[in-house]
């Protein structure tokens, strides 16, 4: 949790405006591109949760014979 020493400023006995100093502002707006990003990632994980999967393996193999058929088709 990011520790904030906010400034308030009150127009007409209300509190209207918070100010922070800038490296605390900073440190919040991180925060909360990082709290986007995990939803953003657990979103696509529960879309994504039941799709078809491959094996690192067996990727590799698919990837490296694609690869290799390749090279061959440009050497003809």
């Known amino acids: ?5 906010p400034n308030i400023l009150e127009k007409n006995g209300k509190k209207e405006f918070a100010i922070l100093p800038y490296d605390e502002f900073i440190k919040i707006k ?9 939803k953003l990632l657990r979103e696509a994980k529960r879309k994504e949760a039941n799709a ?9 193999n698919i990837l490296l014979k ?8 440009i050497r003809r």
């Open 66 to 73: 694609n690869h290799t058929s390749e090279r061959t088709r």
């Open 1 to 5: 949790m990011v520790a904030i020493h």
């Open 30 to 38: 991180k925060e909360l591109e990082d709290y986007e990003d995990l």
């Open 52 to 60: 078809p999967t491959l094996s690192l393996d067996k990727a590799k």
